[in-house]
């Protein structure tokens, strides 16, 4: 422990985590502890209640394990080893990310691809250990009660800014970007993803150069969430930037070219391709990052991405590892790398489009206000959730329980907000007998009623393993009766956010898609605005938002709608709890999403690498970390 930095202060949190798993501090002293630390109400409780004190322990959701199925967490202070080190001593760092980034603007990025490219970049006032801490970032300090950067009604919460960061171009970072940044946000023509989000806030104000005061329109638990991790839009954008310029050519060119305060500038950018880095000299840590240069190319597949890493050693770092557990420990026997795992938060699903995809209304489709032809019967969404063989996929496809289970809600791997009210069955005979008694009649081999069909295009990105779980469901379903037509999308075109690009996962064009995502926070608001309606439908994705809105399945429900709303205003952190569950509750009973397999998020790593340094979490953009990644010394 004595070679690992002390992130600012909350790393002591660790200490006062490990006392309570021991059992040397009891539930409310480490309340009491954590508290007096700063950490966040939300978090304390989250961590509080992902493990069992005195018995068998689960590691903290959101911490990496090394190696798949073992129980290695990461450690919470990711900075061992570089107190000597010399700015860009390490040369190169080749990463293969196979989906290759869009466009580097956070707040306009709909996929992790684009998100992660971005977080060399930009970066948030605070950020996530693995463990689901909060630590200050470009902030001095955690806002508290204690410290006084939190009012006692959490509607207000004052942030103190690092002095002397300077944006890339040297320019002075200051609260006039973090007042700008909710400004461009929260303005509809810049079609940003993270509306909602940030129009949470009543205002934003710049005290003074190094302060900024956030007031919220209602008072809330998750106050710190849209500052916390870029992977949930917590990014800061430069006002200066935009100064003096058109606004959307400002847009345009920082899509491709941003400026920020991470420890990387843009060298070369080919869309869709590749993205090489080079060191931001202004970066404020003289020592870092270790790596001069650092190449993202994309392309390819995640098992040819794998066997760059684990086999020839080429590479030095393979993102999101979706391949098969034979063939990762088939590779890693060559001892070129280690596949790294963190607990399963994310949600391998089938999404429901409830808008008709193929019917075009006022120039286009899956129009909100235009019902799907079958799949507002809840008794035909009924019948396809039935004959879903998740526990074949997680063992065939997956790790399996426990690394990789079958997912029964949509929102797991948190234990407070995780429900326990639902469940899920195999069944196939059930499948039928739910159509049968609604009305839907085999004609040959596809059921029909009132001359409608169920037949169903049913979409994913081209991925062996989303493969083999598209075909499982199409025997399965055509078993029951729906005729079944698979498609698979480059994931290079599937995750791109371009509005143009009718072929991508926001436009959902299509019956049924399937992909992954998870929260990216312990306190998962975000997350579940993929099923909020918004006031007038601001939350569906639709042509007159740019398909901005996060609500890709046009599916809207009041009771939702008010369960995610109770929880924007919540200060009882019980209640919130509730509400989540509820939401959680709503879209699965009403089958509005079919989950498949609770995944980790894999990750193939080279053994020259001090992986401890990695932090993978699946409360952060992958590479959050990356000012300290290192290589072990030859």
């Known amino acids: 422990m004595s070679e690992q930095q002390e992130p600012q202060g909350q790393g002591k949190f660790w200490a006062v985590y490990q006392d309570l798993k021991a059992g ?20 304390t409780l989250f961590v509080l209640n992902a493990i069992k004190v005195g018995g068998a322990e689960a590691a903290p959701a959101g911490g990496a394990a090394r190696g798949l199925g073992r129980a290695q967490t990461a450690p919470a202070r990711p900075s061992v080893g570089t107190e000597n080190q010399q700015r860009g001593a390490g040369g190169e760092l080749k990463i293969l990310q196979w989906q290759a980034a869009t466009h580097l603007s956070v707040h306009n990025s709909q996929g992790t691809k684009d998100t992660i490219a971005s977080s060399l970049i930009s970066e948030s006032l605070m950020n996530y250990l693995p463990d689901g801490t909060i630590i200050p970032n470009l902030v001095t300090e955690v806002p508290t009660k204690e410290n006084g950067g939190l009012s006692d009604d959490l509607k207000t919460v004052t942030f103190k800014l690092v002095p002397g960061i300077t944006w890339s171009d040297g320019q002075p970072f200051t609260a006039d970007d973090v007042v700008f940044t909710w400004q461009w946000i929260v303005d509809a023509k810049n079609q940003s993803v993270d509306q909602t989000t940030w129009g949470a806030m009543e205002s934003v104000e710049a005290v003074d150069p190094q302060t900024v005061k956030v007031t919220f329109k209602q008072p809330s638990l998750g106050w710190y969430f849209p500052f916390t991790s870029i992977a949930s839009g ?18 345009d060119e920082f899509r491709k070219a941003p400026i920020g305060t991470g420890p990387y500038v843009v060298e070369t950018f080919k869309e869709n391709d590749q ?21 993202i190319k994309g392309g390819g597949d995640a098992p040819s991405a794998a066997q760059a890493v684990l086999q ?5 770092y393979g993102w999101n590892m979706q391949v098969e557990p034979n063939i990762l420990h088939e590779m890693e026997k060559a001892g070129k790398g280690t596949v790294i795992a963190t607990p399963p938060l994310q949600v391998e699903r089938v999404l429901i489009n409830f808008s008709d995809p193929d019917q075009e209304v006022d120039g286009q489709r899956a129009e909100m206000h235009t019902p799907h032809p079958f799949l507002t019967d809840k008794a035909v969404r009924q019948a396809l959730a039935l004959a ?29 907000v995780e429900s326990a009210n639902t469940t899920w069955e195999f069944n196939l005979d059930k499948a039928n007998q739910t159509l049968d008694a609604a009305g839907w009649t085999k004609n040959g081999d596809v059921r029909e009623k009132d001359g409608v069909q169920l037949k169903v295009k049913y979409f994913t990105s081209i991925n062996a393993v989303r493969q083999k779980n598209q075909a499982v469901n199409k025997s399965n379903w055509e078993k029951v009766g729906f005729q079944v037509t698979l498609g698979q999308v480059d994931a290079g075109v599937f995750f791109d956010s371009a509005p143009g690009n009718d072929q991508n996962a926001s436009h959902f064009f299509r019956d049924l898609e399937m992909y992954t995502n998870n929260p990216s926070s312990p306190y998962p608001l975000t997350y579940m605005q993929s099923w909020y309606g918004g006031k007038d439908g601001a939350n569906i994705a639709q042509k007159a938002n740019g398909w901005s809105g996060v609500n890709e399945s046009r599916w809207s429900n009041p009771d939702y709608d008010a ?7 919540e200060t009882d952190q019980e209640k919130a709890n509730e509400a989540f569950i509820k939401m959680n509750d709503i ?42 990644w290192t290589r072990k010394a030859q």
């Open 234 to 251: 917590g990014a800061i954008y430069p006002k200066h930037f935009w100064d003096g310029k058109d606004a959307q050519a400002a847009n």
């Open 312 to 316: 020839t050693g080429d590479w030095d």
């Open 587 to 628: 879209v699965i009973n009403e089958v509005v999403v079919i989950p498949l397999v609770a995944r980790a998020n894999k990750a193939a790593v080279s053994n020259t690498l001090v992986q401890d340094n990695l932090a993978l979490s699946s409360f952060e953009a992958e590479y959050w970390n990356i000012a300290n």
């Open 24 to 43: 040397r501090i009891s539930r409310r002293e480490f309340i009491a502890r954590a508290t007096a630390l700063g950490v966040a109400l939300p978090v």
């Open 275 to 295: 993205v090489t880095y080079v060191v931001n000299d202004n970066y404020r840590e003289p020592n870092k990052p270790f790596f001069a240069r650092v190449n």
């Open 563 to 569: 369960a995610y709303e109770s929880v924007i205003a």
């Open 388 to 416: 879903c063989d998740r526990q074949t996929m997680s063992e065939q496809f997956y790790f399996g329980p426990p690394v990789e289970p079958p997912a029964v809600n949509i929102l797991t791997g948190i234990p407070a």
